[in-house]
């Protein structure tokens, strides 16, 4: 995420002096709260597995999602960046191509599959 919109969704917050309001505990629970509002998107949805009808509430709920952990990187002062690029890292270990291309078999159980 390139660093100015970042820096535009700090700034909304600055300008109405929400940090104060803005614990780790209650940015976790307005994650979850977003991501569940998603969720209910595709509630009922039966065959229909990308619903592209409702692409704008998945756009906005989106968004808001994603709003909500850079405000929780930030209370934590996290480079999003440098997370994101560690935990690829660490799943790439986990997943290696050769064993996990087209399986979406857990790494646990890929070790087991492979007999190591």
Request: aromatic share 10%.
């Amino acid at each position: 995420m390139k660093p100015e919109t970042i820096n535009k969704v700090l700034k909304f917050r600055d300008d109405r002096n929400w940090k104060q309001f803005h614990n780790p505990k209650d940015l976790a629970i307005s994650i979850n709260l977003e991501a569940a509002e998603l969720l209910e998107i595709f509630q009922w949805s039966g065959k229909d597995l990308e619903c592209n009808s409702k692409i704008e509430k998945v756009r906005e709920e989106s968004a808001d999602i994603l709003n909500y952990c850079i405000l929780f990187a930030d209370a934590y002062q996290l480079d999003l960046d440098e997370i994101v690029t560690e935990k690829i890292n660490r799943n790439e270990k986990k997943y290696p191509v050769e064993k996990a291309f087209g399986n979406k078999t857990k790494y646990t159980q890929l070790k087991e599959e492979s007999g190591k």
